[in-house]
């Protein structure tokens, strides 16, 4: 059965408010953000960009990636790699529990709210269509916003281990996505996009022999 609008608008905000609530806040366009709010508007920018037809249950998926994930910290767990790996795991699927609660409650049907879950889960990607949209768009956003920060705060990374982070998440996306990002499209931080170009020139390289 077809959802209205005010659906639609009633499930986002519930989003937004939850999201909302992070109390880390950070600094955007000259104001204050709740960090995993303004997190989701990014995330809505860049799917406006790059899939400007996508339907409403993707939007809500795309909003919802990281819903209330201050509640999950990475402390909690073994600051190892067997503990990054658990804590990943487990946040995909508190995640998409919490954005399937809502959608239950804005008054989805059981077939939005499961094509949701799946997609802020992460299941399936590269087989699901849906999956791999919101892996794509989280890795958009990534270049364009958060991997100078990221870069920040590991000073001590060699270029290589850089290079080699920046392939695991080139592979991650699917061929559209590389030409969206290749494009120009996407705001690349310029003392970055040597590392980038060289990256995706190695990986392409790889990919052929």
Do not use: C
């Not at 790996?85 to 239950?104: G, S, V």
């Amino acid at each position: 059965m077809p959802q209205t609008q005010s659906t639609y608008a009633k499930a986002l905000a519930l989003i937004d408010a939850a999201n909302g609530a992070d109390p880390n806040q950070v600094s955007a366009g000259g104001k204050e953000w709740p960090k995993e709010l303004l997190y989701s508007e990014r995330m809505s920018d860049m799917l406006e960009r790059y899939a400007p037809d996508a339907d409403d249950p993707m939007k809500l998926a795309i909003r919802a990636q990281h819903i209330e994930r201050w509640k999950s910290p990475r402390s909690d767990y073994p600051m190892d790699r067997i503990g990054y790996l658990k804590w990943r795991k487990d946040l995909y699927k508190i995640q998409a529990n919490t954005a399937a609660k809502l959608l239950l409650q804005a008054g989805y049907d059981d077939e939005v709210i499961e094509r949701v879950r799946n997609s802020v889960a992460k299941k399936n990607i590269k087989a699901s269509a849906d999956t791999q949209l919101l892996e794509d768009v989280t890795d958009l956003v990534f270049m364009e916003h958060y991997m100078l920060e990221f870069v920040g705060k590991h000073p001590d990374y060699s270029e290589e281990k850089w290079i080699e982070i920046i392939q695991k998440t080139w592979r991650k996306m699917s061929s559209a996505a590389h030409d969206f990002a290749l494009s120009g499209k996407i705001n690349l931080p310029e003392s970055l996009l040597p590392l980038v170009q060289r990256a995706v020139a190695d990986a392409s390289g790889q990919d052929e022999t």
